[in-house]
């Protein structure tokens, strides 16, 4: 157990809705950080918060949204839903944005479009 | 930018067998590297992890070596077990990079072991 909680763990919808994926990092973790895993794609980095603010953009779509809240638990929100967005998406943390910190990861969030 | 080149898998070896996965990266700074596992279901943890170049990153048997001359950092243990089968993924975070810590993902090596 990596002490990174995501809910839900599975989320069946069809194309066109909103749905939003929840994280809690590791207690005293400041910094998240969400990936896609997806078999075309392989895993790929979408954003990053550091205490509340966005740090960095990777690959995120303009129709996926995310924010860090005060007690630190962040949140995906991913709209007008496509079937290429079918992939698990995971959330990690860590201590403090430094590339030699290890970043621990949650169980991930297996999100499926019909 | 940075990428990572990771041994294509499948791969299957026999209990007790020697594995090499081999991995090279790419960096414009000066990378931080990192092997993480994926067990069936589960998210990824670390593995190992090395930081400058010669260190050496060991756990459970694992080991990987930070080699700059050949932008490597290829992952090997003596003698697998069943319960390694997993997939792994080698990856990089750019510490030049300030202000982007993510991590740069291989594409995954499947592992299985046969008894």
């Known amino acids: 157990d990596s002490g990174v909680t995501q809910t839900p763990k599975h989320l069946i919808t069809a194309t066109g809705q909103r749905v939003t994926l929840r994280c809690s990092p590791r207690s005293g973790d400041l910094s998240v950080y969400w990936y896609q895993q997806s078999l075309d794609q392989g895993l790929q980095f979408l954003i990053q918060y550091y205490n509340g603010e966005e740090r960095a953009k990777g690959n995120i779509l303009e129709r996926f949204s995310a924010q860090q809240f005060p007690d630190l638990h962040s949140e995906l929100n991913l709209s007008s839903l496509e079937l290429g967005d079918s992939a698990l998406y995971f959330c990690a943390s860590s201590v403090e944005p430094r590339s030699y910190n290890e970043q621990f990861f949650g169980p991930g969030t297996r999100l499926t479009v019909l | 930018g940075d990428s990572v080149t990771q041994m294509e898998g499948p791969v299957t070896l026999s209990e007790e067998a020697f594995l090499t996965i081999n991995c090279t990266y790419t960096a414009t700074g000066y990378p931080s590297l990192f092997w993480y596992v994926q067990y069936p279901g589960e998210g990824l943890q670390l593995l190992l992890k090395a930081t400058k170049a010669d260190d050496k990153g060991s756990n459970k048997g694992f080991e990987a070596t930070y080699r700059k001359e050949t932008t490597s950092f290829h992952l090997e243990k003596g003698s697998v077990q069943v319960s390694d089968s997993a997939v792994y993924f080698c990856?990089?975070?750019?510490?030049?990079?300030?202000?982007?810590?993510?991590?740069?993902f291989g594409t995954g090596t499947r592992l299985t072991i046969i008894p």
């Open positions: 990856a990089l975070s750019d510490q030049t990079n300030f202000g982007n810590e993510k991590l740069t």
